[in-house]
């Protein structure tokens, strides 16, 4: 797999919607994380990155994968067979020129980190990391992923063993509301 560099943009949310010039500046991601404490200002940020990227009409989800991880699975299983019709594969299809933010990633378990990292190999465009998928070609998808976290997901790696390959492809772009939620080693 090809070397990755993280972009680390701190910022601060000063109450006064001055988020925007902070999520302007990383709005052509397409997979970003977004840490703080606050899940409204973690919200604030995403919608911000949404509407400079994908204009107010654009879809915008949020999940909150603490509660509805199984939608999230549903989705992603439906989106990575192929299959149309159901509820929930047509999900991600109807967000293709929108943004899903998923909130409270951290919660997510075992199955729901590795099929959210195969979906991401699989949409990246990018032919060498689909080797690296479990199921079948690369299926394309034109939306914004953005991750909600109260903590560095390279925390997570190292204390609870969560997916290193999903903290990477997550934290490639990195918006940290309050420099002191995260360890400078982590930077």
Known sequence: MRERRDSAIRGANDGNGAIDP??????????????GKSESERESVARAMHREQR????????IDCSIESGLLERAI?????????????QLLTRLE????????????GVESQSLLLDFLIRTSGVEDDVEGASNGPSQPWKGQLIAG???????????RGWSSGLAERLE??????????????ES
């Open 22 to 35: 902070i999520a302007g500046r990383v709005a052509s991601a397409t997979v970003a994380l977004v840490i």
């Open 55 to 62: 204009g107010p009409d654009g879809p915008f989800l949020r």
């Open 77 to 89: 299983q439906g989106w990575l067979a192929g299959k149309s019709g159901e509820s929930s594969p």
């Open 97 to 108: 020129g929108g943004s899903l933010f998923l909130d409270g990633i951290e919660a997510l």
């Open 149 to 159: 976290s109260e903590s560095s997901l390279r925390r997570l790696v190292r204390e």
């Open 172 to 185: 490639q772009v990195r918006i940290v509301l309050d420099p002191d939620d995260v360890d400078p080693r």
